[in-house]
């Protein structure tokens, strides 16, 4: 009697060096060192131990980076046990803290963005530019989910892109094709245990209501959302691209004053998802916010432009009309304080503008607004608009003026500076 067919193997498969590999290969090409981000989750555990493995086999320094974010009794001993599963797979590992006052409220946004400044910050003194984040396939069903339960447009809903420099940081995402159940697949091969972080399952967050409509859904459905995700993203991008055009077209920077003269007419012209764009692209940039508008701020102020009102305020910026063009300045309200500068290491003043001080300074060097209508030599030659000068980035020793180095005016003791910092 012949035998019945054996079921097949349904259980997942575990991620080979080779697969991995050709993921990893196109992002990190050009990268002499690397960092990881490890929370001790099955998936960046098993992020940092394949990258690790593909690194050394091309000679490439690898650091996974444990954040300790404090936020549980047991974070710190999470943190060193992680720490001694990395160090004994040979893998260097450095436990950063979060410290400071942990805010009530918003804790898994705070949280996350505490996460990557501490990540940036280690990895920009320590002069590395690719740091490898463990985002999956899951990860981009869950984000489609979330945010489409908030309404959001093709931005929100596009999937995260497997390269983004940030802040002069390249975050790589070599995972977001592969499901997270082949990680947790790829320990068991490895006899490698992790962490399971309570605060993934608690009903509070709706991110946990997404991931228990997604382990409700077979493996096809989570894929789908996953490609509808990337779908969204090309069109994203085909936006942008048309976008970039209309501002080529519409907007001429001025550098130095860090100001912008505006064609309103074309800027505003066409359907409104381009001019709501363009718009907002440019008041990220002049206001140095990381961040757009909010959507129904913008397009008030799309609806006035149209009608010919030129003269408004919004998202740190200024716009007035100015020669028979729209002007769009930083507004002079709320400028950051003063910054003392430091030898050697990137700044960013007022999120505008990238300061990095080469040398020794004179003893108390700061930069901060001019504040001044215009009081310094040379400048009124240059003939800018009389409301971008008080807003203008100046060398202070003391109270006294001693340059303007965006303009290339007056003393710049080794003082390097470039805008455009947000955005």
């Known amino acids: 009697m012949p035998r019945p067919a054996a079921a097949p193997d349904t259980s997942p498969r575990p991620l080979a060096a080779a697969e ?40 490439i320094a690898l650091t996974a980076l444990i954040v300790d974010h ?29 410290t400071g006052t942990k805010p009530t409220a918003n804790r898994q946004a705070a949280a996350r963005d505490a996460r990557y400044a501490l990540l940036e910050a280690w990895c920009q003194r320590h002069g590395v530019a690719h740091l490898l984040l463990a985002q999956h396939r899951d990860d981009q069903a869950e984000t489609l989910l979330l945010r489409a339960a908030r309404g959001s447009g093709v931005d929100g809903l596009s999937a995260m892109a497997p390269s983004l420099e940030v802040n002069g940081i390249r975050r790589l995402r070599p995972l977001l094709s592969i499901p997270k159940a082949r990680l947790i697949a790829t320990l068991r091969t490895r006899g490698q245990s992790w962490i399971e972080d309570p605060s993934n399952r608690h009903p509070a967050y709706a991110r946990t209501a997404m991931r228990a409509a997604l382990a409700g859904l077979d493996d096809d459905a989570a894929a789908h959302l996953a490609q509808t995700a990337a779908n969204m993203a090309r069109a994203r991008a085909a936006l942008e691209q048309i976008t970039a055009e209309r501002l080529a077209q519409a907007v001429a920077y001025d550098d130095g004053a860090g100001i912008a003269w505006v064609d309103a007419a074309m800027l505003c012209h066409g359907p409104d ?90 003893r108390g060097l700061k930069l901060a607004a001019l504040e001044r209508n215009g009081a310094f030599p040379g400048l009124m030659e240059r003939r800018l608009p009389a409301p971008a000068l008080p807003v203008l980035p100046a060398l202070l020793l003391g109270r006294r003026v001693i340059g303007l180095p965006s303009l290339g005016l007056g003393a710049n003791p080794g003082v390097m500076l470039a805008w455009g910092h947000a955005g």
């Open 273 to 362: 998802e381009i001019a709501l764009r363009a718009l907002s692209t440019v008041l990220k940039r002049i206001g140095g916010e990381a961040l757009p508008p909010r959507l129904e701020r913008l397009e008030r102020l799309l609806a006035k432009l149209r009608g010919g009102d030129f003269s408004h305020t919004l998202h740190r910026c200024r716009l007035l009309p100015w020669d028979n063009r729209l002007l769009i300045l930083r507004e002079a309200r709320h400028l950051a304080p003063p910054l003392a500068l430091k030898v050697g290491q990137e700044q960013v003043w007022d999120g505008r503008w990238r300061v990095l001080a080469l040398h020794t300074l004179p």
């Open 20 to 59: 991995f590999g050709r993921l990893l290969a196109p992002l990190a090409a050009d990268a002499g060192s690397l960092a990881v981000a490890c929370s001790g989750g099955a998936d960046s555990l098993c992020l940092a131990l394949l990258s690790h493995d593909w690194a050394a086999r091309r000679g």
């Open 70 to 98: 404090g936020l549980r009794p047991e974070s710190r001993s999470e943190a060193r046990q992680v720490a001694a599963w990395l160090r004994a797979a040979g893998i260097a590992a450095e436990i950063l803290p979060w």
